[in-house]
């Protein structure tokens, strides 16, 4: 009988991934996107935090934002135009133990994807939500999107847009249940981090807004916070977003804000003066949709079946 230990024994390899692990094929996105940052914080978080790549998967929608899936090497879904949400929601609902990035763009979440978003804040999933908010439709070329600021033109508003722009951060602060809203800049890459890693450290729905360059389409548009640190509010508090001081120093606007004061967070994502940035709101005890439906989730499947037979039998008439 094989007993003692001998010089032939083979022990397990602890395995580290490191950055390559999660690269993807190469990014086609343009020089310059902002979207290339969000890519390298995602795989970084993926590497510090040592995810396993086949238990991790990044679900997206359309767009140029939703190209993310094929730049990380993990699983992932490009799905249908504003259908990140469902298929997420699909995915976790099963599968509790995966590592789950939702990837969506303004007109992706905020036009044809709406319902699912809100819906989504409020079922409080575990998922880590990252909406890259350009104020444009940039893979069909230049059209105008629901945050887009009044009065830019646009291919399909060659005189500048009528409307005011939906407000991301409000809307979700206005959804019962909302669990974890932030707000960072794609130009400030600790603060995009830090703020990402919280949102993944969040056990629920963490919705993340990421003011993103395009400087394609719209290069204006987040040129004068990016030049003018006077134009944005760093929100700070023990309980928020990390920042080393060396960094946070640099901003001359900021505000104490305890994440658990809902309507201080709302009358900041109100604010017309600056862009605030760091975590506007935070709800740890938020209902869990994706915990209260897990219950016999490894039930065998005979069991399964035999369950939901009794259950039918209620509607025998
Ligand atoms: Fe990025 Fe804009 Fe180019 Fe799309 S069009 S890849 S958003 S810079
Ligand atoms: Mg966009």
Known sequence: MYESKTEWDVAAQSRVCTLDDYKGVEARWCPGCGDHAVLNAVQRLARDKQLPPEKTVVVSGIGCSSRFPFYMSTYGFHGLHGRAFPVACGIRARRPDLHMFVITGDGDCCAIGTAHWIHTIRYNMDL????????????????????????????????????????????????????????????????????????????????????????????????????????????????????????????????????????EARALAESADAYPIGLFYRNENAFRYDRATSQGIHMPAAQKLEAVEKNLERFVI
């Open 128 to 263: 880590t939500i990252l909406l890259l908010d350009n104020n444009v439709y940039g893979l069909t070329k230049n059209q105008t999107s629901p945050t887009s600021r009044r009065g830019e033109r646009s291919n399909t508003y060659p005189n500048g847009s009528f409307l005011e722009p939906l407000n991301p951060i409000s809307v979700t602060l206005g959804v019962a249940n909302a669990s974890f809203v932030a707000q960072t800049v794609d130009w400030n890459p600790p603060h995009l981090y830090n703020t990402i890693r919280a949102a993944y450290e969040h056990p629920g729905a963490a919705f993340v807004r990421i003011l993103q360059r395009c400087p394609h389409f719209t290069s204006h548009v987040f040129a004068e916070p990016q030049r003018d640190l006077s134009q944005v509010l760093l929100m700070k508090h023990e309980h928020g977003i990390p920042l080393d001081p060396s960094i946070a120093k640099m901003f001359p606007n900021t505000v104490e804000h305890h994440p658990h004061n809902l309507a």
